[in-house]
């Protein structure tokens, strides 16, 4: 008779209630590892990406305000304020207006201007020499950003250079000139921006403003795990409440202490 009631573990022989004792904790040790585990498994996602539907601005100068080539953002999807109107916006410094183009084309110019730019206007940068262009972003609805991001000219030719200064929805923002006179990204983080349209206005150093992206962030970093990790870790945590609820009821009513009939 004893030896029914006897189990082992590990090598040793143990009562039935502190075998199951023993499995309860087994079994509460696995769901709480799984939970545990869950959310060691959880990654940080990055800040999602906010998108323009349209910007406005002055059209990018070129050889008609003294510029080499010329540096429009020709192929712009909206309006000009210039016949014929829609693209190839040709025309230095007219006013663009209810599309997307260079700034929003995911293209970020990474040399320098007389490597990428053409007397054809089609090249990733806007050029302004003469203006201190105001932007106006639109999107869609009333949107959250974090962050600004500028991807700007800085080359060896001394004609263009950083802007002094950004105007992001009222707020100047300084811009120092890097040493290195190379394409560069500067970016203006802890906006606290909510609305569906945003200004920017660049403020020149005297030199030309050579502009190829602008990008927007929420700042809204989201958590998830893997969906394998998460289905094995959900099956962990749910097996071991499981046994360890059955496994509990056991302890609280052994067997030897129920009528043989429920036994
Ligand atoms: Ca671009
Ligand atoms: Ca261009
Ligand atoms: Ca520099």
Not at 14 to 20: A, F, G, M, Q, T
Not at 64 to 69: C, I, L, N, Q
Not at 215 to 242: C, E, K, N, R, Y
Request: charged residues 15%; glycine residues 10%.
């Amino acid at each position: 008779m004893e030896s029914a009631c006897k189990k082992y573990w590990n090598g040793t022989m143990l009562s039935r209630v502190r075998y199951r004792r023993l499995s309860r904790l087994l079994a509460l040790w696995i769901a709480v590892s799984g939970g545990v585990a869950a959310v060691a498994w959880t990654e940080d996602v990055a800040a999602a990406p906010v998108i323009a539907v349209s910007y406005d601005m002055p059209n990018g100068n070129g050889t008609a305000t003294g510029g080499f080539f010329n540096y429009w953002d020709r192929d712009y999807t909206g309006n000009g304020s210039v016949a014929p109107f829609s693209a190839p916006h040709t025309n230095d410094g007219e006013a663009l207006s209810g599309g997307l183009g260079d700034l929003t084309d995911g293209v970020i110019a990474t040399q320098d201007w007389f490597f990428v730019e053409s007397a054809a206007g089609d090249g990733p940068y806007v050029g302004w020499q003469d203006i201190d262009p105001r932007i106006t972003f639109h999107f869609a609805s009333s949107v959250t950003i974090d962050t600004v991001t500028l991807h700007l000219a800085d080359s060896t030719f001394s004609e263009v250079e950083p802007p002094n200064n950004a105007n992001i929805d009222g707020t100047n923002f300084t811009i120092v000139n890097p040493v290195a006179d190379v394409p560069f990204s500067v970016s203006f983080s802890g906006l606290g921006f909510t609305g569906a349209e945003l200004t920017l206005e660049l403020r020149q150093s005297g030199r030309w403003i050579f502009l190829s992206e602008v990008t927007f962030d929420d700042g809204i970093t989201a958590h998830s795990i893997s969906t394998p990790g998460q289905v094995l870790l959900l099956g962990m945590t749910i097996v071991g409440l499981g046994v360890w609820r059955r496994r509990r009821s056991a302890v609280l009513y052994p067997s030897q202490y129920l009528p043989s009939s429920t036994r």
